[in-house]
Nanobody, 125 residues
C-alpha cells in the first residue's frame, strides 16, 4: 500500500510559478516510477509528466514541455513538479500517481496503481 499526499497548489497569476510536492509513504518509494496528472472541470484526467525510479528518464506532455520540470528526492520520499510561466489553461486539480508494476505506457491513468487526493492549481489571467 502506498499513500500519496500532494501539496503546493494555490492561486497565482499568469506567468508566475508554483512547485507542487507529493510525499509518499513507505520504504520502497525509490522503486516506483511516478507521474503527475491533472484534471480540469468537465475534462478527462490528462498526463503531465513522468519520472523513472532514479530520476531519469523523464517525459512531459507537449502542452507543458519547456515550462514544467519533474524531479524526485528518494531520500525524502518526495516527487516534485516545478511549473513556470503558468497559463490560465493550466488551471486544474493536479494529482501524483505511483506505479508498482510494469506497464507499457507512462501517460495513461490506468498505468498507475496509487493516487493522491489532488491539489488545486488556479491561474488567473
Amino acid at each position: 500500500q502506498v499513500q500519496l499526499v500532494e501539496s503546493g497548489g494555490g492561486l497565482v497569476q499568469a506567468g508566475e510559478s508554483l512547485r507542487l510536492s507529493c510525499a509518499a509513504s513507505g520504504r520502497t518509494f525509490s522503486r516506483y516510477p511516478m507521474g503527475w496528472f491533472r484534471q480540469a472541470p468537465g475534462k478527462e484526467r490528462e498526463f503531465v509528466a513522468f519520472i523513472s525510479t532514479n530520476g531519469g528518464p523523464t517525459y512531459y506532455a507537449d502542452s507543458v514541455k519547456g515550462r514544467v520540470t519533474i524531479s524526485r528526492d528518494n531520500a525524502k520520499n518526495t516527487v516534485y513538479l516545478q511549473m513556470n510561466s503558468l497559463k490560465p489553461e493550466d488551471t486544474a486539480v493536479y494529482y501524483c500517481a505511483a506505479r508498482t508494476q510494469f506497464y507499457n505506457s507512462y501517460s495513461y491513468p490506468r498505468s498507475y496503481d496509487y493516487w493522491g487526493q489532488g491539489t488545486q492549481v488556479t491561474v488567473s489571467s
